[in-house]
């Protein structure tokens, strides 16, 4: 049983232009949560997305960003127009059904987002 | 208010020794307290975690105290290894079923034979 699979696991990109960061969640699971985790910092909540519906996107920048969870496929966090100060590590974590971020919550391994 | 303070930033303890670390909160609403564990290039993963209902939980080598009076709670980490060197997160939330962890800034864990 694959974990929560994340990819690219190293993204470089120029000032401008869009990042996509994809997350598989486990097998089962069917609740995405997106964290950002700042350099020397935790790790900050973004977005909670189940299939098709955005949740609770209060932690997301309220421009540029944007995430989905389709109904076949991964989850994608959606950066345009990056900038220096996005650079991070973006993490995605899954759960089964209503169980939230306890102990069935399980983090990928993140991307780690470099803009030059 | 959300915040999680976590202390100290960094620890650097022989083999064998006792590592601890902090954690207090202001929030009271917050009801469930994790410890994520995180190596280099890797995601965070859970290590132990506590209700406020309870002072103490232990598992293996790892300990969680559990002060909820002060609003404070802390990780003994008893015989360390230098395999515990990590970086290690507390967190907090409102109950195990709520979604938004709240994390302290981490601390830096090096443990030297």
């Known amino acids: 049983n694959a974990g929560v699979m994340q990819n690219p696991r190293h993204l470089v990109r120029r000032r401008g232009q869009e990042a996509r960061l994809r997350c598989s969640p486990m097998?089962?699971?069917?609740?995405v949560y997106w964290y950002r985790q700042l350099p020397e910092e935790g790790l900050k909540f973004m977005v909670y997305l189940q299939k098709e519906n955005i949740i609770d996107e209060s932690g997301m920048p309220k421009e540029r960003f944007s995430a989905e969870f389709p109904k076949e496929g991964p989850s994608i966090l959606r950066i345009q127009q990056v900038v220096r100060g996005d650079s991070a590590a973006y993490f995605c974590?899954?759960?089964?059904?209503?169980?939230?971020?306890?102990?069935?919550?399980?983090f990928g391994q993140g991307t780690r987002l470099t803009v030059v | 208010q959300q915040q999680v303070k976590q202390s100290p930033q960094s620890l650097i303890v022989q083999k064998g020794g006792i590592s601890i670390i902090n954690c207090a909160y202001e929030n009271t609403a917050f009801d469930y307290f994790p410890w994520y564990q995180q190596f280099p290039g890797k995601g965070p993963a859970l290590l132990i975690a506590?209700?406020?209902?309870?002072s103490e939980k232990k598992e293996g080598r790892f300990t969680i105290s559990f002060n909820k009076s002060a609003k404070q709670f802390s990780l003994h980490i008893m015989d360390s290894q230098p395999g515990d060197s990590a970086t290690y997160f507390c967190a907090a939330t409102p109950g195990a079923g709520s979604y938004q962890l709240t994390f302290g800034k981490g601390t830096k864990l090096s443990v030297i034979p």
């Open positions: 974590a899954s759960s089964p059904l209503s169980v939230g971020a306890g102990p069935e919550a399980f």
């Open positions: 506590i209700r406020p209902d309870v």
């Open positions: 097998k089962g699971h069917s609740h």
